[in-house]
């Protein structure tokens, strides 16, 4: 069987102008990165046709099984086009650190892949790259001002930036930097997060254009005074030279899927750390030009999926017009009990056991108003009775399954999966957001954890409890809340796999980022830069001597 | 006046690919980033004509006055165009540390610029990001071993790479990472580079191919093991994920002067702290295409001066066919003591003074048995009596001056010197190093001090020759040496300005380099770290919501 990679290496890739041309962008619209990528920039004005119908693909919590949110939505994709309907897909960029970690590459797999996939999985045209140094730059300025007599009496203890880097990097987590004497800096703890949880990142996909993501960087707090009053970039005088080391990174990159769907991928915020989705600029460009476009969220629907329809739907001024929740067999019976070497044999029982957190997820999006559909994932192993099990479950719920087999077949995998879920977007929506604007921020958590994660409340440690005290007084306590969460249960727990009950969600912490416009809760033990696993993927890239890249998966 | 930013953006650009016609490469050669940029994959079979004339743009010591180096190369090689001469230039990227910090940008001045100068300046096509990121990478997959049992034996006091971040960030210079628990790392001491000072910016800008590329990688010495045995990246099995990173980044890019010379601009290390050269891939490929070939060595002769020609010109199996050295009389006079308040009034008292700094450069490179010739990049403060002493000066060392006003007038400044340099071109060359391969380190050393900064002699630290010696038993004492000193002062005192006699140079540290294949000698108080000034350049960069940016000098 091949892999992924040479599947892709020997799929017929388009050029990109012609790629660009199917989708209706102008020529002067496209800046082209090599043959097969570019950035893309649009002129509003040539695209009046009002907004196609937008469908949001998520899943059930992950498993060590894999699931194929990403395989999915690309394959619904390319059906979608197969059975003539014009669609985009707009999907997040792939980060490089869990590329050379675990996880490998993040651009679909088998015949549902986005390509060139060695690259959307490296550099891609830099954005990560872009925002790294944009984050380190800011950082450095605020260090440096206060080393340079600190004018803005910033506390070096009170300080909340961190500087990023796209590697799994578990040595920065905890760093004492500025030693070394008078002239190397000002001593002080910090470090690094990984860019995908950056406050930039955050703010270039919710940023509608230029002078909206100037206007966030101005408002990010940089830290607090020693009398506790909180200083933002504003005072530093540097949005501008931060703004323009991001000129390029705001704009769409567009590609293809094998199947030659125009495909933009933007923005890469993890969605247990951060919200988890692609940027408002390339949903929104998608949503100009097709009549469908697909997009997905990052892990779960507790996750991505939640604060799709929370946090991103309100700054898009759209809202799905339907969800597709991703399922496998395996994974549901992971969720059941099973251990990974265990999946090949019929398991019933432990499918059964696994039902609920397929179950939760469809009832926590179904309240949002929009319509559900539920698609499996098939592999060689799943057998009838499994099939017929999931589909007995979910019709019980009201929900219809639709099982696709993308990964062999590509598009002409999942037409029947089109069929339905071009029907659902034909039905009307009422959608309708989990909590108010002007809920505390305990209510909104609370609606969180008892409505999308099924538990029984949030409790937050002494530590966050005073941080919403101060941000009372700040004016920061009505904000939009980002749940940080391990992705592996709908927990603080990731060993309480399928549908636990009557769990407490642990906040220990709030972040605030105000230039994204959100607090961010650290739950449970979730950490903002992950380490690298015992046998790293990187050991097992290469290339020779003509740039041919092998085992990158 | 206009600004160097407003002339750039108010420059007649032509389509890459027209550029890249002119100079003669084959369409499938070009890989457009953009309208304006290009990467060159050269298909060496295609191009079989011999190798062009090279030309060698070096400077004084460089002072607050500056001295305009690159503006004099952008001239330079405008003004051969100009007259008929088929030339390419060939020059490094800039660095973002110093534009935000306190140089501004590096891509020439005034009607001699490469443009577009602002994203030559801030990303161009992202080889210092994966530059970046392959060696964080790399080193991550270091501390990751030694966090994961160790089985390479590494001593976590005797690593030798260090992370690296593109920002002039004094606060990384020194700190202690690993911190936090069993779960975050090991504890140890560690360090930021810029990363122009970086191995793999070394090993990049010095290597044939990617088959070179990854040998070199594999050579590079991450650390000792606790028996004080040198442990190689090849240890580690990741060469081919950290080559994988710098796949792009090894082609040379392609952009144009305001007057429309092809220029290749690739790799950027630092002449103080590195080799201070482009790469051999792009200096190569110019010299296959045109018969001249436009480079320049940062900093002084001193520094990128002597680094291109023992260090680059034996890999590049081509030595320059004449060096020109760039002075301008304002910086000339504050070698002589003046301040730079003071330059506008004719002071020959002082340039007097200060000629000795010229003086000592043409001689160090006469030696090298390769014509020089002298230009003085003109200034409208300079007296016709200043230029006759300059003129009178270097005539008594056998060398002509030939004035240049390329600011003002690009290339049509620059066509009598010219004409100068072709005709020095033509001269037979008698090119010899200063060095031989199995000199000891210190006689090396001796050889550079002596003949090279007119020093009396090189002094090590316990510390240094305690390296040296333990580099014998290794093997590596015959390695060449890369002298890391200020730019500012033939001798390690960025202080003693002219041409100052009897001084010391004190090596206070080895670092070995082995996939570079070079040791660096650090000496004086030389930092691989800069820093930011009070008012950082960033705080006057600004962009409008068209994209469009001023305040980058």
């Not at 940080?484 to 927990?491: G, H, V």
Request: proline share 5%; hydrophobic share 40%.
């Amino acid at each position: 069987m091949k892999s992924d990679i040479e599947i892709a290496q020997n799929a017929e890739k388009w050029p990109i102008s012609k790629i660009a041309e199917t989708a209706g962008f102008e020529p002067e619209e496209v800046i082209p990165y090599g043959s097969d990528k570019a950035k893309i920039e649009l002129d509003a004005e040539k695209h009046q046709g009002g907004l196609g119908k937008l469908i949001l693909v998520t899943s059930i919590n992950p498993t060590p099984a894999g699931e194929g949110k990403s395989t999915v939505a690309v394959g619904l994709a390319d059906a979608l086009n197969l059975t003539g309907r014009k669609t985009m897909l707009a999907l997040r960029e792939p980060s490089l650190g869990p590329v050379m970690g675990m996880k490998g590459g993040a651009a679909g797999g088998g015949y549902s892949q986005v390509i060139p996939m060695e690259d959307i999985n490296l550099h891609l045209t830099g954005d990560f790259h872009a925002l790294t140094i944009a984050q380190n730059t800011l950082v450095a300025l605020v260090d440096n001002s206060i080393y340079q007599g600190n004018p803005l009496n910033l506390d070096p203890r009170q300080l909340l930036l961190k500087r990023t880097i796209d590697v799994n990097d578990r040595e920065l987590r905890n760093v004492v930097m500025g030693l070394g004497g008078r002239t190397s800096g000002v001593p002080r703890e910090s470090g690094f997060d990984i860019t995908a949880a950056s406050e930039l990142m955050a703010i270039l996909t919710l940023s509608t254009d230029l002078v909206d993501l100037q206007k966030r960087i101005n408002r990010i707090v940089v830290g607090y005074t020693y009398d506790k009053q909180p200083v933002t970039v504003s005072e530093l005088n540097v949005a501008g030279a931060i703004t323009t080391l991001l000129k390029d990174a705001i704009k769409p990159n567009l590609v293809q899927t094998i199947g030659h769907t125009p495909t933009l991928i933007h923005g890469g915020p993890f969605a247990n750390i951060a919200q988890g989705t692609n940027s408002i600029q390339a949903t929104k460009t998608a949503l100009m030009m097709a009549d469908y476009t697909v997009t997905e969220a990052g892990f779960g629907a507790d996750l991505g999926g939640e604060k799709f329809l929370d946090v991103k739907t309100p700054l898009l001024g759209k809202n799905p017009d339907a969800i597709v929740i991703v399922a496998t067999i395996r994974a549901l019976k992971m969720h059941g009990g099973l251990a990974k070497t265990e999946l090949n044999q019929e398991d019933l029982p432990a499918l059964k056991a696994g039902l609920g957190n397929l179950g939760q997820h469809i009832n926590s999006m179904k309240r949002y108003g929009i319509p559900v559909v539920v698609t499996i994932n098939k592999f060689a192993s799943d057998t009838e009775k499994e099939v017929q099990l999931v589909e007995d479950y979910v019709s019980d719920l009201g929900v219809k399954v639709t099982p696709v087999d993308v990964w062999g077949k590509g598009g002409h995998g999942a037409t029947e999966l089109a069929d339905e879920v071009a029907k659902a977007t034909k039905q009307p929506t009422d959608f309708h957001k989990l909590y108010q604007a002007d809920d505390d921020a305990v209510v909104k958590l609370n609606k969180i954890v008892q409505t999308i994660y099924g538990g029984k409340q949030v409790e937050l440690s002494d530590k966050a409890q005073k941080q919403l005290d101060s941000y009372a007084k700040l004016g920061w306590d009505k904000l939009p809340i980002i749940v940080a969460k391990t992705q592996y249960s709908l927990s603080d727990d990731p060993k309480q796999v399928a549908a636990p009950a009557d769990f407490i969600i642990h906040v220990r912490e709030f972040v605030p980022k105000l230039g994204a416009g959100f607090l961010v809760a650290l739950t449970g033990k979730i950490l903002t830069m992950p380490g690298l696993p015992k046998v790293p993927a990187a050991t097992k890239i290469k290339i020779d001597g003509n740039g041919k890249i092998s085992g990158l998966f």
